[in-house]
């Protein structure tokens, strides 16, 4: 018989505002670990973002029913969206364009999203690569 293992759980949770109401509060309480402990620390450690810049965390959860987390960069759509100022991108991303972004800015997400833990050893071209690639997706040219 093996051991039980650690649970995995992502959640994204605005930057200051975690609190235990749904999705944290049945996600973390689901297996066993008290939610509010969570909220207090995420918040603690999310202090210096701005409010409501969604954070996408993950929680470790072991079968002692304690739990670490580790915080990532904001989504490289929601950058590119506040870069741009605009809502959401475009449900046509091919025939409806939502804006146009620089390579400086295309330069400036990458290097923001080398931070992330997950990304540590990405060089800076593949990242900025990837950002290219959602930008496209979301029906923002970029341009020189």
């Known amino acids: ?4 293992k ?5 959640l994204v949770v605005p930057a200051g505002k975690a609190a235990p109401t749904p999705p944290i509060g049945p996600a973390l309480g689901a297996r066993g670990v008290k ?8 918040n603690a450690r999310t202090v210096g973002y701005v409010p409501t810049v969604p954070i996408p965390c993950r929680v470790t959860v ?4 304690t739990f670490s987390f580790t915080i990532h960069t904001p989504p490289t ?4 969206c506040k870069t741009l100022d605009i809502e959401k991108g475009s449900s046509s991303p091919k025939h409806d364009i939502k804006g146009q972004l620089s ?13 992330d833990p ?4 990405t060089d800076l071209k593949s990242l ?7 930008a496209k997706s979301m029906g923002v040219q970029v341009v020189l």
């Open 1 to 4: 018989m093996s051991a039980p």
């Open 6 to 10: 650690a649970s995995l759980v992502k």
């Open 35 to 42: 939610s509010i402990d969570f909220c207090k620390e995420f």
């Open 62 to 65: 072991t079968p002692q029913r």
């Open 77 to 80: 759509s929601w950058l590119i």
């Open 103 to 115: 390579l400086k800015h295309v330069y400036e997400i990458a290097k923001l999203k080398s931070t």
């Open 118 to 121: 997950t990304l540590k050893g």
């Open 128 to 134: 900025c690569k990837s950002v290219i690639g959602t």
